[in-house]
C-alpha cells in the first residue's frame, strides 16, 4: 500500500488530498473482504477474487448509503491499486479490473447568473468592518471569478506574485500547470488589497494573510460568501467554488471556445469541461420555453 501511494505521488503526480482518499476507499474495500473471506488477505486471496466477490461488496457499500457517485470513486482507487499490483506483481487483477462502476447522473455545475456575480463582488467587502479584511475578501472572490481558479490555487499565491502582471502561471490538481490571463478588474482588486494589509507580504509567504497574519484559511472565504449569498437572497449552491463554474459557464455563453476553457481550468480531461455545455443549453432551453410565442 505504501508504495502504491509513493507511486502516486511521485509518478502520476496525484494530489496529497487525492492520495489520502484513494487510501481510504482501497483499505475499506480490502477490510472488507478480509471479514467476507474470514481470514486476512495477502496477494494470493486477490488473485482468486471472483466478479461475485466483487458484487457482493458493492452492494455491501451500497447497503451502507454510500452514494452511486462515491462507489464509483472508490471503485476507480480499487482499480488504480489493482492494475498496479497486477503490473508490479503479476497477480491476476481480471475479476476487479471486469468491475462496472454503478451509473449516476453527473450533478450539473451551478454557476451565478452574470448580474448576481457582479453583486457578489460588490458586497462581498461589505461583510467586514476591517476595511483590508473587506478588500481582501473582493480580491480573492474576484480572483474565483475573474481567473476560475480554485479557492486552493488563490489562497497558495505567495507574495512573489504581487504585482500581478497580464497572467499567472498557476499549479493546479496533481501539479498540473497552466498560464491564466489576469483581467484588470482582478489586478485592481489585488493591489487594493495589498495596500491596505497590515502584515509584511515577503515573497515566500502567503499572498492572502488571515487577521494575525497566517495564511488565509479557506473557511473563513466560505463563511463571507455565506453571509454575502444571505444578504443577497442567493441559494446556498453560492460558494466560492460556484465562482470557478460562473467563469466557465459565462465564458461559454458569450462564445468562448471550449478547449481554451479546458486550458484555463485546467481539467485533464475535456470531458470534465464539456459538463459546462449541458449547463448552458439547459439555460438556452428556459430562455426559448419563456420566451417563444408557442411555448
Known amino acids: 500500500m505504501a508504495r502504491w501511494l509513493d507511486h502516486l505521488r511521485a509518478i502520476d503526480g496525484v494530489a496529497d488530498n487525492t492520495v489520502t482518499a484513494y487510501q481510504h476507499d482501497v483499505l475499506g474495500f480490502l477490510s472488507f473482504l478480509s471479514g467476507h473471506f474470514g481470514d486476512s488477505l495477502g496477494q494470493a486471496p486477490l488473485s482468486r477474487l471472483k466478479v461475485a466477490d466483487m458484487r457482493a461488496w458493492m452492494a455491501h ?34 475479476a476487479i479490473l471486469a468491475a462496472r462502476a454503478p451509473r449516476f447522473r453527473r450533478k450539473l455545475p451551478r454557476p451565478l447568473a452574470e448580474d448576481a456575480a457582479r453583486a457578489v463582488l460588490d458586497t462581498v467587502e461589505l461583510q467586514s468592518l476591517e476595511p483590508w479584511i473587506g478588500a481582501r ?3 480573492v472572490v474576484t480572483m474565483l471569478y475573474g481567473c476560475g481558479l480554485r479557492i486552493s490555487e488563490a489562497l497558495s499565491l505567495t507574495g512573489a506574485a504581487w504585482p500581478l502582471g497580464e497572467s499567472i502561471r498557476i499549479v493546479g490538481k ?4 497552466r498560464i491564466v490571463p489576469i483581467l484588470p478588474a482582478a489586478r485592481e482588486a489585488v493591489d487594493a488589497y495589498v495596500a491596505l494589509c497590515p502584515h509584511d507580504l515577503s515573497p515566500e509567504e502567503a499572498l492572502f494573510r488571515g487577521k494575525r497574519g497566517g495564511p488565509l484559511n479557506p473557511r473563513l472565504i466560505a463563511k463571507v460568501m455565506e453571509r454575502t449569498r444571505m444578504q443577497l437572497g442567493l441559494p446556498a449552491t453560492a460558494t466560492p467554488h460556484a465562482l470557478r463554474h460562473s467563469f466557465a459557464t459565462h465564458l461559454l455563453a458569450a462564445g468562448g471556445d471550449l478547449r481554451a476553457i479546458q486550458e484555463l481550468l485546467g481539467h485533464a480531461s475535456l470531458s470534465t469541461t464539456q459538463a ?20
Open 137 to 139: 475578501d473582493t480580491a
Open 61 to 94: 457499500e451500497r447497503g451502507r448509503g454510500v452514494s452511486a457517485r462515491s462507489l464509483a470513486r472508490t471503485l476507480s482507487a480499487v482499480k488504480n491499486f489493482a492494475g498496479w499490483m497486477a503490473e508490479r506483481d503479476g497477480i491476476d487483477a481480471t
Open 174 to 177: 496533481g501539479g498540473k500547470e
Open 276 to 295: 459546462y455545455t449541458a449547463v448552458d443549453a439547459a439555460r438556452l432551453m428556459e430562455i426559448y420555453e419563456s420566451a417563444h410565442p408557442k411555448a
